[in-house]
């Protein structure tokens, strides 16, 4: 009987622009208050009338949400209208999620949706917070950076700027990664000059990184824990390993590459030696935290589209986007939670400290 309701939230969701932030009633409540607009542009989707789905952040997505609503509504019950179009689940990013259900994280969970709320928390706007706040006090100061960078941005640091970062910090993005992350939205915001581009990005991604820092303080000490263990598991030369909760077999495939340059009076080359097996200890390090993320967020995609099969809710997944019917989301919302709960109750971390060290036995002894 919610099918309709969860049709109408996955349309704000798709129109965006503010409105996917509130809370889901709000959400439902936005979609009803255009459903004019939508039964128009399910008829003719370039009518005056239905130019609403046009201002969506994800147009072709809402164009699609409105035929179905369209089928529903003029179904005459639809309630039992059978939909056919998948409804997302998105988790709040996720990465940083699993880090703060690892270092039992009470303040970063409540940033990245863990734990009850009125309102969904959006973690790239508490950073953005923070971030602003140093900047505000860094320009009353006499920092140029900071003062060049509120005058050109209307007085504030927004939202996206700082996203990209936030959302990649938990896969290990460096600090020359974040300042080109940013250099690019203020390349597209039409700053010209390279090099105030350059200093004023450096100085961003800088307040960014630390501002994830403090937001997850406990969790970005589980992320400098995992680095600091995979330097210590690699001394041996051998590649670090492990299983994912679920029991599959990892092995991070990096290695130093074996290149010999061959010159000639015309021109020089390389030849890679695909069958060197020294490691890479740089890569093996820094790559190991999000790897290992990453295997516990597939641990829990599978987990949870197991226990939908067990009772035939159909489900999709890409990523952290949890996909099912309309019917179907709110029982998958349960079991997406209790999964995540399940998941996290087990002693992952010092089962992770086992597994490395059967792999390297040295570990054992520190």
């Known amino acids: ?15 965006g622009n503010g409105y996917d932030k509130l809370p889901l009633d709000q959400r439902a409540a936005h979609a009803r208050e255009h459903l004019p607009a939508m039964l128009a542009a399910a008829q003719d989707p370039l009518c005056d009338a239905a130019q609403w789905w046009m201002r969506g952040e994800n147009p072709w997505q809402l164009l699609a949400c409105c035929m179905e609503v369209a089928a529903a509504v003029r179904s005459g019950n639809p309630a039992a209208y059978e939909s056919r179009l998948p409804v997302h689940q998105d988790g709040s990013c996720n990465g940083l999620q699993h880090y703060a259900a690892l270092a039992r994280d009470a303040k970063g969970a409540a940033a990245v949706n863990l734990v009850p709320s009125g309102a969904p928390q959006d973690v790239y706007s508490a950073v953005r917070a923070l971030v602003e706040e140093w900047v505000v006090r860094d320009a009353g100061a006499g920092r140029s950076e900071a003062a060049k960078l509120l005058a050109r941005n ?32 203020l390349f597209e915001r039409g700053w010209s000059n390279e090099a105030e581009v350059f200093q004023v990005a450096s100085y961003l991604a800088r307040l960014t990184l630390a501002s994830v820092g403090t937001v997850f303080a ?26 994912s909760p679920l029991g599959f077999p990892i092995v991070q495939p990096y290695y130093q590459d074996a290149r010999t340059t061959v010159r000639t009076g015309l021109q020089a080359f390389a030849l890679l030696d695909t069958t060197a097996t020294a490691i890479c200890k740089r890569s093996q390090r820094t790559a190991f935290p999000p790897n290992y993320v990453h295997s516990l967020d597939s641990a829990h995609m599978m987990m ?8 035939n809710i159909t489900f999709a997944g890409v990523h952290d986007s949890f996909w099912t019917h309309a019917a179907s989301v709110d029982r998958m919302g349960e ?8 998941l996290h109750s087990r002693p992952l971390l010092p089962q992770l400290v086992q597994q490395l060290a059967g792999s390297a036995p040295h570990l054992a002894r520190t």
Do not use: H
């Open 218 to 243: 406990n969790a970005k000490g589980v992320m400098d824990w995992l680095a600091k263990y995979a330097a210590t598991a690699t001394q041996d030369g051998a590649p670090v390993t492990w299983r």
């Open 154 to 185: 209307g007085g504030t640091v927004d939202r996206k700027l700082v996203k990209q970062t936030v959302m990649t910090s938990v896969y290990g993005v460096t600090l020359v990664g974040a300042r080109g992350q940013i250099s690019n939205r």
């Open 304 to 311: 949870t589209a197991m226990a939908c099969s067990q009772e």
């Open 1 to 15: 009987e919610r099918g309709l309701q969860w049709l109408l939230i996955q349309a704000t969701n798709c129109y």
């Open 335 to 342: 079991l997406l939670r209790a999964e995540f709960v399940a």
